[in-house]
Nanobody
Framework: EVQLVESGGGLVQTGGSLRLSCVAS????????IGWYRQAPGKEREGVAYMVLRDGDTYSEDSVRGRFTISSDNAKNTVYLQMNSLKPDDTAVYYC????????????????WGQGTQVTVSS
């Protein structure tokens, strides 16, 4: 059974930082790609950043590029999202998701999702 468990969310002031973690189990971690998505109140879920675990290739969406960094510790089956220079617009529930091999920016191509972790950025 695929499990993805996010943690690390919280309340932070504008300009602050948080590091989210996603611990994965139930599939071959090193043969997968992980995506971080977020959903703000009243908005659709949107992609944030993605990583191919086999070779470390990453992609970040324009809204977070230069502020957020995705990384992994394959020995711990864990993917991180380091979030710096946070803004109130970054307030959302953050989810991690996984698929085989390659990154996709299409939410519909991910089948398994974590329960999410709340990030709130105060102004």
């Amino acid at each position: 059974e695929v499990q993805l468990v996010e943690s690390g969310g919280g309340l932070v002031q504008t300009g602050g930082s948080l590091r989210l973690s996603c611990v994965a189990s139930g599939f071959t971690f090193s043969d997968s790609a992980i995506g971080w998505y977020r959903q703000a109140p009243g908005k659709e879920r949107e992609g944030v950043a993605y990583m191919v675990l086999r070779d470390g290739d990453t992609y970040s969406e324009d809204s977070v590029r230069g502020r957020f960094t995705i990384s992994s510790d394959n020995a711990k089956n864990t993917v991180y999202l380091q979030m710096n220079s946070l803004k109130p617009d970054d307030t959302a529930v953050y989810y991690c998701t996984a698929r085989q091999m390659y990154i996709s920016r299409r939410e519909s191509e991910y089948a398994d999702w974590g329960q999410g972790t709340q990030v709130t950025v105060s102004s």
